[in-house]
């Protein structure tokens, strides 16, 4: 899926990522783009996020890092299960794009 030419990951999330993601809120004040699983995710069982690292625009790998969300092989950024930087030099969390939830099997982007 890509929403303006980036590919979008769609993520349906277990509750052990929904419940590693929550457990790590309470630490989110001091984060470098600090941001609640429930600020990231409008569905606790989906993270919908742009799939572009925030440091030079290399594609994270899913289910890899130390953190288990996303890793990115360019030069090393660990994302959690709600896409928010944890270590490495990217300057932001995984973008969110727009969307809304339509029904139980739709999301519309933008």
Partial sequence: CKWRSKP???????????????KDDCIAPSMREPATDAERCKKPEWLICIGVCTH?????????????????????????????????PAPKNLELPPHQFMDEFTVKLG
Avoid: W
Avoid at 9 to 22: A, C, G, L, V
Avoid at 59 to 81: R, V
């Fill in 8 to 22: 979008v990951f769609i993520r349906k999330r277990t509750p052990e990522m929904i419940q590693s993601s929550k």
């Fill in 56 to 88: 030079l625009g290399c594609i994270p790998q899913p289910d890899a890092g130390n953190y288990g969300g996303y890793f990115c092989p360019c030069h090393g950024s660990h994302y959690d299960h709600s896409g928010r930087i944890r270590q490495g």
